[in-house]
């Protein structure tokens, strides 16, 4: 099995989008995209399937997208690591990852 790291700011933004789709579409939507291990695993067992994004910022480098099951609009920014994935960020796809995006990379 696959590890699944999940950034604090992936934490944080997954809590953030769950709280607006609450307001904005109810309770039941925001439970549903709170269970995004279904597609954390899915992109662990298969951390090529997602679209690379290129950068000329070194902090980017070697991130991927993949859609967030059910909530396509919803990208999930990951790397592959030596023992499955580490989740970077979780962002509505219309936002510039470039603003999101703070790696510590020592």
Same mark, same amino acid.
Do not use: C, K
């Given at each position: 099995? *696959?590890?699944?790291?999940? %950034?604090?700011?992936? !934490?944080?933004?997954?809590?953030?989008?769950?709280?607006?789709?609450? @307001?904005?579409?109810? $309770?039941?939507?925001?439970?549903?995209?709170?269970?995004?291990?279904?597609?954390?695993? *899915? $992109?662990?067992?298969?951390?090529? $399937?997602?679209?690379? @994004?290129? %950068?000329?910022?070194?902090?980017?480098?070697?991130?991927?997208?993949?859609?967030? *099951?059910?909530?396509? !609009?919803?990208?999930?920014?990951?790397? %592959? $690591?030596?023992?499955?994935?580490?989740?970077?960020?979780?962002?509505?796809?219309?936002?510039?990852? @470039? !603003?999101?995006?703070?790696?510590?990379? *020592?």
């Amino acid at each position: 099995m *696959s590890t699944i790291h999940v %950034s604090p700011a992936a !934490n944080a933004d997954l809590d953030d989008l769950a709280d607006y789709l609450a @307001r904005a579409a109810g $309770i039941e939507t925001a439970m549903r995209f709170y269970d995004v291990a279904a597609t954390f695993e *899915s $992109i662990a067992r298969g951390p090529g $399937i997602g679209e690379p @994004r290129t %950068s000329t910022q070194p902090r980017l480098a070697g991130l991927r997208a993949g859609r967030v *099951s059910g909530f396509e !609009n919803h990208l999930v920014y990951y790397r %592959s $690591i030596e023992a499955g994935i580490e989740t970077v960020r979780v962002l509505q796809g219309a936002r510039d990852i @470039r !603003n999101f995006i703070d790696v510590d990379e *020592s």
